[in-house]
């Protein structure tokens, strides 16, 4: 088969798809995503996530999420298919992935352990910076991570943050990990530790809803500005559907979509909506 020369002036991702459609892998109006017809080869897609972690995503019992996640997620997938969610705790989730008992991941960081046994997708699905909480009166000045040694700090198990941090402060640092960003907040309020390395907004959705918005605030520029994605089990085969969601992505995010579903779901865990618990 030859390959048009227009095929050429394409970004990568869109030029890969154009060449998949010519060879016939997949049809033309799946990649457009406006034909609910088409038929998908893979018509039902198991999906986890972490159970706490507004507003990106939330589990509201044990059978069901909400955030901006899942909305994005509605958003992105075909109409004929049907996304069924499982509720497990983070770590389970993660090994769940790993065994190909579950198809989907929402909303994760790209790292290299996790590229062994997960296949991400290019294009994000929300940004997600990562900052230092501390008590407002027990501020200090935070400009590089220097600035943390010497004392006591926390993180939630199973994060991960990107930008050679990971590295640093199991190396550096004198850092506990505890089971929940929640209990790292109880901590740093009781005093336990001076500071606690999470998600901005995560973060932000437990103070706000908590009304700890003045009592512990954010200091410094992000430890790391590094984007969260979507990613599939290496064990579920599907390249149309992948091909699909990154067109998706990429669309929606031209538009500003993700942004706006964070401040939307900001704002409903805030306001205590939406909670089964």
Not at 43 to 66: I, S
Not at 202 to 210: A, E, F, I, M, V
Not at 232 to 246: D, N
Request: proline residues 8%.
């Amino acid at each position: 088969m030859s390959v048009p020369r227009e095929v050429f002036l394409l970004s990568p991702l869109r030029r890969a798809i154009a060449i998949l459609v010519g060879l016939g892998i997949f049809g033309a109006p799946l990649a457009r995503g406006n034909n609910p017809a088409e038929e998908m080869p893979c018509p039902v897609v198991t999906y986890t996530t972490n159970p706490n972690y507004p507003p990106y995503h939330w589990a509201l019992d044990d059978q069901v999420f909400q955030g901006a996640s899942i909305e994005l997620l509605g958003m992105v997938l075909p109409p004929n298919v049907q996304a069924k969610p499982l509720v497990v705790p983070w770590k389970r989730a993660l090994a769940l992935a790993e065994e190909g008992k579950v198809d989907l991941l929402l909303s994760l960081r790209n790292t290299p352990e996790r590229q062994i046994y997960l296949d991400f997708l290019q294009h994000r699905a929300f940004p997600n910076p990562i900052v230092v909480f501390v008590r407002q009166d027990r501020a200090f000045s935070f400009q590089s991570w220097k600035d943390l040694k010497g004392k006591r700090g926390g993180v939630s198990l199973g994060d991960t943050f990107g930008a050679g941090f990971d590295t640093y402060w199991r190396t550096e640092l004198q850092i506990e990990e505890a089971p929940s960003l929640e209990e790292n907040f109880k901590k740093l309020a009781a005093g336990r530790i001076d500071y606690f390395v999470s998600g901005l907004f995560p973060g932000k959705s437990y103070l706000d809803r908590q009304g700890l918005g003045k009592q512990i605030v954010a200091i410094g520029k992000p430890i790391s500005n590094q984007d969260i994605y979507f990613a599939f089990s290496r064990k579920f085969i599907c390249p149309a559907l992948k091909a699909h969601l990154e067109l998706r992505l990429e669309e929606l995010d031209r538009k500003g979509v993700p942004e706006r579903l964070l401040r939307k779901h900001l704002e409903i865990y805030a306001r205590g909506h939406g909670s089964g618990r």
